[in-house]
């Protein structure tokens, strides 16, 4: 029973490239732990240099999961979020869930180019601030409740639209923490759910996926202490930088 524990946890493949993938979760742990944001961006950027897109998602799926069940679990405007943002909730599950569903069927440029787009909206929303119009119609909330879900299903990263959203809106921080929060959460658990039923996620990948959750939180962990050590504004600007320039070349890769 152990070693097949271990065959699935270090199955037969190149040491280089497993070394690299937990380094990869640790880094990715330390970004969210500094900043609050970043796991996904700064996991999918790396993880594509060496295994395909769907593979990179399958990963990430429980630590998303856990990092989001955490943040929620800790905002101050928890019930107040659910009543405001239900129908942006609801638009991200059925949209993250049925692109999700069909990841396996999708060309790898396609989820190449979708995460590069993804991580250039999210660094150019952080160091320009993308400012949009949105009055309180719900059909805002529809819109851009889709548009992370497929955005989410294709890359696991839908935090940049719903950010957009919520700074249009002119979101107070603490409720800004708490709605983004629960729409992260929201749409963690259809992801993980459409690709248990798209054949992604197997107990194989969701092992694998545990084990890296450990290097993920051990990165947080260094994140917190650092973000109480150092200045946050070089650091942050740094990152956003770096996800630019890293998602435009996932982009000209996926196009050519």
Do not use: C, H
Not at 80 to 94: D, N, P, Q
Request: avoid cysteine; aromatic fraction near 14%.
């Amino acid at each position: 029973m152990n070693e097949d524990i271990w065959n699935i946890l270090f199955p037969s493949s190149d040491i280089n490239i497993l070394v690299f993938m937990l380094f990869v979760f640790f880094l990715s742990g330390i970004v969210k732990g500094f900043l609050g944001i970043g796991l996904p961006a700064a996991a999918m950027a790396l993880l594509t240099l060496v295994i395909p897109p769907a593979q990179a998602i399958s990963l990430l799926v429980i630590p998303i999961l856990f990092t989001n069940l955490t943040q929620f679990s800790r905002a101050k405007y928890r019930i107040e979020s659910i009543k405001t943002y239900w129908l942006f909730a609801i638009a991200i599950i059925f949209s993250i869930f049925l692109t999700s569903l069909f990841l396996s069927k999708y060309p790898t440029g396609l989820l190449t180019i979708s995460i590069g787009l993804a991580m250039v909206i999210v660094s150019l929303n952080g160091l320009i601030g993308i400012k949009l119009k949105i009055s309180e119609r719900r059909s805002w909330q529809v819109g851009f409740g889709v548009l992370s879900g497929v955005l989410g299903g294709l890359s696991s990263i839908w935090s940049p639209t719903v950010a957009i959203y919520l700074i249009a809106r002119r979101v107070d921080k603490d409720r800004f923490i708490s709605a983004t929060g629960f729409l992260f959460l929201a749409g963690a658990v259809p992801l993980i759910f459409g690709l248990i039923f798209g054949g992604v996620l197997t107990k194989e990948v969701a092992i694998q996926s545990i084990f890296g959750l450990v290097f993920v939180l051990a990165g947080f962990r260094v994140g917190e202490i650092l973000r109480n050590k150092t200045s946050q504004s070089w650091f942050e600007k740094a990152v956003l930088i770096a996800f630019l320039f890293m998602g435009l070349r996932l982009i000209g890769v996926g196009l050519f």
